[in-house]
């Protein structure tokens, strides 16, 4: 990869960051979990039903993506809804499944 594509020269705390943000996506279930939530946000509830996992697991990876910046987090009463936060996280996994398709 060339500096150019990145259109300057990265330093290496964006360059760690860049990686971070690839790690995330690089988890099937994370994946799955952002399917559940890209169009509205859900509840944990509902986002172990979509995966069909459990829910300590779904947990987890919430947790994860959440401190990423990856997804929302917003109590309300007792429910904790969890909702896409960084909609060019969705375009980048579908940027890719376009080229995994053609």
């Known amino acids: 990869m060339s500096k150019e594509k990145f259109g300057r020269v ?9 990686a971070t943000r690839f790690k995330m996506l690089g ?8 399917q559940a939530v890209c169009q509205e946000p859900h ?3 509902d986002i172990v039903n979509a ?5 300590a697991n779904v947990s987890k990876h919430l947790a994860l993506l959440a401190a990423a910046g990856i997804l929302t987090r917003k109590k309300d009463g007792q ?5 896409m936060k960084d ?7 579908e940027l890719v ?6």
Not at 10 to 18: C, G, K, S
Not at 79 to 83: E, H
Request: glycine share 4%; with cysteine.
């Open 27 to 34: 988890e099937p279930m994370r994946l799955r979990i952002l």
């Open 51 to 55: 995966t069909g996992s459990t829910q």
């Open 43 to 45: 509840t944990v509830n």
């Open 97 to 102: 499944r376009s080229q995994l398709v053609e």
């Open 10 to 18: 990265v330093v290496a705390e964006e360059l760690q960051r860049i």
């Open 87 to 93: 909609q060019m996280t969705v375009k980048l996994c």
């Open 79 to 83: 429910r904790v809804y969890y909702g």
